[in-house]
């Protein structure tokens, strides 16, 4: 049959349902949520992120470690949805994507907390657990937030986290770092996330209160969410993960399974490895 008078190559069209079945079929076997295959982004002539490779599955945690510069802040926009990559390709669940606002990664199943912290200080917790998507109840002109059903929702869904709360009613801001960070881990495990972005939990924290943080991070893991925790930690990212992925200005440093190193590996790494001990011996001659 002639592809042109039968309006398209029969060959090609095959091919490309073979590709699509195949990448989905990858994906599935592989049981990834998210997975990124040879992700680059550009910013004009910069290169922020070039030939990164990641898989987030579910009741794992994946940990991203880089120092400042290393492209970690990039990696966090691209899977939240606020930028889009230039390079390689973006699945969600198989299923090739190009995410065009944080608002539909949400939809997605896909929710980062930032090391800000989205919260109003001087309104209760409460308030805060439900900012953005709170219920109501009555109708017209008698239509009211229901308060009595956010108050009972979010003690009973912190403490189903273990985060027993003195007060739901106490302004958030009241709070400690690590209790506002795992209020937040909890709001997203409740509004249904698949995937949990942490963009540097403990970073601002003392030992006890990052303490605090990593056993609510486990705690998510421990309900089946896919966690990635972007960290510059290589001991909290220990404690914690199954899986290392190192950033390296902008490119991949490596990338591990918790069986595959030690603890004193991921620190050489993280600390420069051959680098770092070429400098000493250049300080030793000196």
Known sequence: M?????????????????????????????????????????????????????????????????????????????????????????????????????????????????????????????????????PTTGRGPLRRLDVAHMRRTTHSELLRMGIDLRDVDQPIGTLSGGERQSVAIARAVHFGAKVLVLDEPTAALGVKQSGVVLKYVAAARDAGLGVVLITHNPHHAYLVGDRFVLLKRGAMAGSYEKAELELEELVRQMAGGSELEELSHELERG
């Open 2 to 134: 002639d592809p042109e008078a039968g309006g398209g190559d029969p060959m090609s069209e095959t091919s490309t349902e073979t590709s699509t079945e195949t990448s989905a079929g990858q994906a599935e076997e592989s049981g990834a949520l998210v997975e990124l295959s040879d992700v680059s982004k550009f910013y004009g002539n910069i290169r922020a992120l070039e030939g990164i490779s990641l898989q987030v599955r579910p009741g794992e945690i994946t940990c991203v470690l880089g120092d400042n510069g290393a492209g970690k802040s990039t990696l966090i926009k691209i899977i939240s949805g606020l930028h889009q990559h230039d390079g390689g390709s973006f699945r969600i669940q198989g299923e090739e994507t190009r995410l065009a606002s944080p608002r539909e990664a949400l939809d997605r199943g896909i929710a980062t907390v930032y090391q800000d912290l989205a919260v109003v200080p001087l309104m209760p917790v409460w308030r805060n657990f439900f900012l953005g998507s709170e």
